[in-house]
């Protein structure tokens, strides 16, 4: 059973940088494909970013691409989503999120997060 645990969110202006951190416990770090998503009030989960169990594939929205990066860290068994150029229209709950091996664009994750909320302000 995995036990994800997001930190990071918080308040920021529009334009500005956040970093969210997922510390993932309770199974082999390395055969999990990792992954965030968001959901705004009253909206669906939207998939932001998600990386491969070996760290060599990544996959973005198209919304996201070019100022989100997502990375894991096997020594610290973290995955973190580092923000840029934030948007008001980003405020959301984030989730970290996983499942054996692939990652995928649905919500068919096994595992998620409690959820981190981030803010931004215009």
Known sequence: QIHLVESGGGLVQAGGSLRLSCVVSGGTFSRYALGWFRQAPGKNFEFVA?????????????????????????????????????????????????????????TNWSFWGQGTQVTVSS
């Open 50 to 106: 998600a990386i491969d169990s070996d760290g060599k594939v990544t996959e973005y929205s198209d919304s996201v691409k070019g100022r989100f990066t997502i990375t894991r860290d096997s020594s610290k068994n973290t995955v973190d989503l580092q923000m840029e150029r934030l948007e008001p229209e980003e405020s959301a709950v984030y989730y970290c999120v996983a499942r054996l091996y692939l990652p995928v664009r649905t």
